[in-house]
């Protein structure tokens, strides 16, 4: 119950917005209380006079019945609009904040969870926080209505007051070890629901290389292993529920009988009338759902618990760490930046040794070295994807750890091997990097980036849409269309991962001149994976062992350093 309570207390926050229609909501829902206690006390009253044969009162009672229904079904309809209202605005605030969260996580966090992770929680339990509070006081509705036709019981005869009481506690006892068995299982399911998530979304953002793989047989044996080991698990929840439930009713028929035989004896010993007994036996199966209510009010919040535990653990706690910047705000970099000293590993294998150098404003910097040498890690470092363990890096003289997101995210752009592409319209994949962005910017972008000459053969020009992943474009259109991104962004410095898949030449010599453009205004730094992209730049750092082997311009390495010789001849070789 203190997790229960602490936990409300947390999730208040996202439902406090809405005091006035949960306000509504309490005095529509108290009035349901009022008009529902009416309509079973009617109802017996109906049955009296039918079995007295008192036809007008019949009549006049059908009437208030119908009246009284109607009222209800008005004060249930705004019950459920108020109902649905702050479930909908709850539901929104906690998925948004979540997602920011999300966002916000380490990205060495995010490598060791699979999506599965993240969709689960912020689908399913967040749901279950944004019910909590209708869910509890609809609850309370019944119980307290049920409550009402209790003590009513209590007025017309004690004994059988007792003997319900006694039928509820057999009941409850059974329900209580059920919960018990149902808490388990729930927590294990949902874990392996998550894992099946991931590895749907898995499937569904990697189809093109299964095929590629010719791996569809064994994507799918692994789908069906992952839904069957959940499906068991979902099975044995169920079964648990089954099971239950038929105990439960046998248990409850046989009390029934019992109850039957206790009205017989008391009419027998006139300590109960005829008509007395029917308004008991029609109350009866309400007064059994007060445990029903005590029940499903215990089962949500444990399942409210075990929900807000996992999303809480998003929002706040050690286990899923986020990022963490500095409070130095530059609005603006000149785009020097520097690693002194700098060592990096992932886990236990050292892949940055000590690396040093400077790179200055608007210089336009190569990094060469074998496939895992650490030339991808450089970039994460420098974007603050991942800290080093030693040493510091620093933009315009400033240590990175001292400066805030905007400073250092705002001011660098990374154009990937594989850059992502919305699926979207050319124009709105621009818009995203910049709103307001107008036609002239986004045309003079796409001419600097080598892409508006193609563009203007789409069918839709800049409105055409390219499909979920870019699939419509081939590797060096998106790799253009990322490069016309940044000319939108504008960032001072601009990272950028050569496509290791072979180009055709004309579209290399594009991307070529695409880079050219953006030479004097940027610093760029670039993964280079043929060296003929990168002859032009003003210098080349050889990555070896972690470290900087060797640097200088193309000429210099060619002449100083061995394995660079090397690498270019057998690229020469290659070529020809
Ligand atoms: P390069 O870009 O020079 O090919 P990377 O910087 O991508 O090299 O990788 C350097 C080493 O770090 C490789 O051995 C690679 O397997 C490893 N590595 C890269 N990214 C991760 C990661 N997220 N988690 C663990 N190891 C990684």
């Known amino acids: 119950m203190k997790e229960f309570w602490k936990n409300i207390k947390l999730t208040w926050k996202y ?17 349901n209380i009022i008009v529902a206690l009416l309509i079973p006390i009617l109802s017996a009253q109906l049955i009296l006079k039918l079995t007295n044969n008192q036809l007008y009162q019949l009549i006049f009672i059908g009437l208030i019945i119908y009246l009284v229904e109607n009222i209800y079904n008005i004060i249930s309809y705004l019950s459920t609009r108020y109902y649905q209202i702050i479930r909908r605005e709850s539901y929104t605030r906690i998925q948004k904040d979540l997602g920011s969260n999300i966002l916000n996580l380490e990205v060495e966090t995010l490598d060791k969870n699979s999506s599965g992770v993240f969709i689960q929680r912020l689908t399913r339990d967040t749901e279950e926080l944004s019910i909590i509070f209708n869910e509890i006081i609809y609850k309370l509705d019944n119980l307290i209505t049920n409550i009402s036709i209790f003590l009513a019981i209590f007025i017309i005869n004690k004994i059988v007051f007792i003997y319900l009481i006694f039928m509820i506690l057999v009941l409850y006892l059974i329900e209580k070890r059920k919960l018990k ?16 998530t991931g590895f749907i979304g898995e499937l569904v953002r990697g189809v093109r290389d299964i095929k590629m793989l010719n791996s569809e047989d064994s994507f799918m044996n692994a789908l069906k292993a992952n839904i069957k080991d959940t499906n068991k698990t979902r099975h044995e929840l169920q079964s648990i529920y089954r099971v239950y439930f038929y105990i439960s009713s046998n248990i409850k028929d ?32 309400r007064v059994l759902s007060v445990l029903y209510s005590i029940s499903s009010i215990q089962k949500r919040i444990k399942s409210f618990n075990l929900s807000c535990k996992r999303i809480y653990e998003v929002i706040d706690s050690d286990k899923f760490k986020k990022e963490n910047f500095g409070t130095t705000h530059l609005p603006h970099i000149n785009g020097d930046f520097e690693f002194k000293n700098v060592h990096f590993s992932y886990g236990k294998e050292k892949v940055l040794k000590g690396i040093n150098f400077k790179v200055n404003a608007n210089e336009t910097v190569a990094f060469v070295g074998k496939s895992g040498a650490g030339k991808t890690t450089i970039f994460n470092l420098l974007c603050k994807m991942y800290e080093p363990q030693k040493g510091t ?36 994949n621009l818009n995203l990097v910049k709103e307001n962005l107008t036609e002239n910017e986004m045309i003079e972008a796409c001419k600097l980036a080598c892409l508006h000459d193609y563009i203007m053969t789409l069918p839709d020009k800049y409105d055409t849409a390219i499909g979920e992943g870019g699939v419509n474009l081939s590797g060096g259109q998106k790799q253009r269309l990322a490069i016309a991104r940044a000319f939108v962004q504008k960032t001072e410095i601009i990272l950028f991962d050569e496509a290791t898949s072979a180009l055709d030449n004309e579209t290399q010599a594009q991307i070529q001149k695409a880079i050219e453009n953006m030479k004097k205004d940027y610093t760029i730094l670039i993964i280079a994976h043929r060296l003929s992209t990168i002859i032009n730049a003003d210098r080349i750092l050889y990555i070896e062992d972690g470290i900087v082997k060797s640097e200088g311009t193309h000429k210099e390495l060619l002449k100083n350093c061995e394995s660079y010789k090397k690498l270019y001849k057998s690229e020469l070789k290659n070529r020809k």
């Open 15 to 31: 439902t406090k917005d809405q005091k006035t229609t949960l306000i509504k909501y309490i005095i529509v829902t108290i009035l």
């Open 181 to 196: 068995k149902i808490n388990v299982k729930d927590k294990e399911f949902r874990e392996k629901n998550e894992r099946t």
């Open 254 to 285: 046989l009390m029934y009988c019992m109850l039957l035989i206790l009205f017989i004896l008391l009419i027998k010993s006139n300590k109960l009338s005829g008509a007395n007994a029917l308004i008991i036996y029609n109350f009866s199966e």
């Open 393 to 428: 890096i620093t933009i315009d003289g400033k240590n990175i750890k001292k400066l805030d997101k905007d400073t250092i995210r705002g001011n660098i752009t990374i154009i990937s091997q594989n850059p992502y592409i919305f699926n979207m319209t050319i124009r709105e």
